[in-house]
T-cell receptor, first 112, second 110 residues
Framework: NAGVTQTPKFRVLKTGQSMTLLCAQD?????MYWYRQDPGMGLRLIHY???????AKGEVPDGYNVSRLKKQNFLLGLESAAPSQTSVYFC???????????FGPGTRLTVL | KQEVTQIPAALSVPEGENLVLNCSFT??????LQWFRQDPGKGLTSLLL?????REQTSGRLNASLDKSSGRSTLYIAASQPGDSATYLC?????????FGAGTTVTVRA
């Protein structure tokens, strides 16, 4: 099993550009999450999904959109990137509330 | 709202010493508590998962305890090694969401 994978690993954008981050898991997990991690701010939840076709807002959803068209994939989109979105983005997934949550390796995004 | 606190924020010990990392949370209505390790520039690796009905979990040199009623968990790492240097994060699940502490950064000196 590859576990949780994220694409790309690194990306540099200019202000106003758009991009999509892809998260994929091969563990048949129902729950998937997108977090951002910033120095001094810890991990903050952006959006999450409780199953295929569902999405919901987390703590810091503004400026981001998500889609979960297939159970194994969770996409995070930035429509118009801003320097404040410079961060490390992590995807995570788990099967149920009593199971371990697994994290991907992260995507380091810089917005100039 | 669940608040998770980790003390100390940083810890430096000589190799061979036992490590004790503390985590406290404000709402005892939890499903479980998870300890993670994060190396610089890397993702989070799950170390131990303790269900709300359990008192402790062990894996090798790692032992984690949970006292749900008092809102506390402790991670013990026996006979520390330089390879244990990392940031350790505690996270509590109350529902769909994991609430994270800010982490304890550990340095083990050779």
């Amino acid at each position: 099993n590859a576990g949780v994978t994220q694409t790309p690993k690194f990306r540099v954008l200019k202000t106003g550009q758009s991009m999509t981050l892809l998260c994929a898991q091969d563990m048949n997990h129902e729950y998937m999450y997108w977090y951002r991690q910033d120095p001094g701010m810890g991990l903050r939840l952006i959006h999450y999904s409780v199953g295929e076709g569902t999405t919901a807002k987390g703590e810091v959803p503004d400026g981001y959109n998500v889609s979960r068209l297939k159970k194994q994939n969770f996409l995070l989109g930035l429509e118009s990137a801003a320097p404040s979105q410079t961060s490390v983005y992590f995807c995570a997934s788990h099967l149920s509330f009593t199971d371990t949550q697994y994290f991907g390796p992260g995507t380091r995004l810089t917005v100039l | 709202k669940q608040e998770v606190t980790q003390i100390p924020a940083a810890l430096s010990v000589p190799e061979g010493e036992n490590l004790v990392l503390n985590c406290s949370f404000t709402d005892s209505a939890i499903y479980n508590l998870q300890w993670f390790r994060q190396d610089p520039g890397k993702g989070l690796t799950s170390l131990l998962l303790i269900q709300s009905s359990q008192r402790e979990q062990t894996s090798g040199r790692l032992n984690a305890s949970l006292d749900k009623s008092s809102g506390r968990s402790t991670l013990y790492i026996a006979a520390s090694q330089p390879g244990d240097s990392a940031t350790y994060l505690c996270a509590v699940r109350s529902d769909y969401k994991l609430s994270f502490g800010a982490g304890t950064t550990v340095t083990v000196r050779a």
